[in-house]
């Protein structure tokens, strides 16, 4: 048997972070989750980190457009953003990770930032 | 809302990338101003072209002048020549004694890096409350943090938390730059305003560190530099224009 679901006034409340890879060359997921989970563990601690309740959506990240959703605490968001901020190389390119948006749900995330999005360095 | 960066490198002080990179980057990542930062011994006379590039981009480019001195005399003769060149004047910190004259300087626009190289936060009581008088902001750089890891990275972010929160408790201005020295230290404003919101102050708060309060800074010392702000008198062109057609029409 499995435990039963929470209901919705228990469940801990959750934002979705919709992040776009400025970067030299093309870069993958592996090496965005790795980067994103090094800089978080580093800047927040193993506390820290906990509480955020971090979570990076594999099947949401658009290897094109190279966006991606993070699932995170409603209270945490500041402190993911900060973290995303020292990411500096992902793989062996240079990288900035900026922040498009953050959204109540992934279907919003997805509709508002992702869909909407250009490619990289299209006019 | 507009994100302007204060704290900018280029190769010709120090940084590693040229002018045009920078203003790419600066457009990349949804930048509105970006402050170029030149020694105050420097001339500042190319800069007329790099802002005409930066304009076909959208970006407002600010000059910066960046005052490195040894001593105070040194200090206080190098920003009263910076400041009819420049549209702001930073003082490059970490000595207290040229911490706490900056502080007290009222034609010192920012204080950069306080703590810069120090055991201690490098601001006391006096200083901050001289700064709020004389309207000097104190710098958040980013890039003391992202060049520094663990032990170091812990210290300098603490420095920094006890000089936000003095500034928190007697109302003198902060605010957070990227310190950056290439183009891939650059950072959205947003994403550096969460550091001010990480040591204690409220987010809009922080989000005006690196938006409202840099833009209302530029905007003051462009109107000085133009002649149309002295202290204590304002020239408003909407009302001289008024007065004008009045006087025809009589």
Known sequence: MEPKRLPPSLRTKSRYIVFEVISDGKVVFEDVQKAIWNSVAEWLGELGSSEARLWIVKNMYNDDKQIGIIKCSHDRVEHIRSSLAFVKIIGETHAIIRILGVSGTIKSASLKYVEAAKLPYAN | ?250
């Open chain 2, 1 to 250: 809302m507009s994100y302007y960066d204060l704290h900018i490198h280029v190769k010709d002080s120090g940084g590693e990338d040229s002018v045009n990179d920078i203003i790419s980057m600066a457009s990349r990542i949804g930048l509105k101003g970006i402050g170029i930062v030149l020694h105050a011994e420097q001339p500042f006379g190319e800069f007329s072209d790099y802002k005409k590039r930066a304009e076909e981009k959208g970006i407002d480019l600010v000059s910066v002048a960046l005052v490195q001195a040894k001593s105070v005399n040194e200090m206080q003769n190098l920003v009263s020549k910076a400041r009819s060149k420049a549209e702001i004047v930073a003082v490059y910190g970490g000595d207290y004694d040229i911490n706490r004259a900056a502080c007290e300087n009222p034609m010192v626009d920012i204080l950069l890096h306080p703590e810069h190289g120090r055991l201690d936060s490098g601001l006391d009581h006096i200083c901050v409350r001289s700064a709020a008088d004389n309207n000097v902001a104190i710098e958040i750089n980013f890039h003391e943090l992202l060049e520094s890891y663990r032990k170091r990275r812990i210290r300098i972010f603490a420095k920094m938390k006890q000089n936000i929160l003095l500034c928190k408790k007697f109302g003198a201005k902060f605010l957070v730059t990227s310190g950056a020295v290439s183009k891939w230290d650059m950072r959205f404003g947003r994403e550096l305003a969460a550091l001010p919101f990480l040591m204690g102050i409220e987010l809009g708060q922080s989000i005006e560190s690196a938006s409202t309060f840099p833009v209302e800074l530029v905007r003051l010392n462009r109107e000085k530099l133009a002649g149309k702000r002295w202290e204590g008198v304002v020239i408003h062109e909407d009302l001289t224009e008024f007065t004008k057609d009045e006087e025809n029409e009589v």
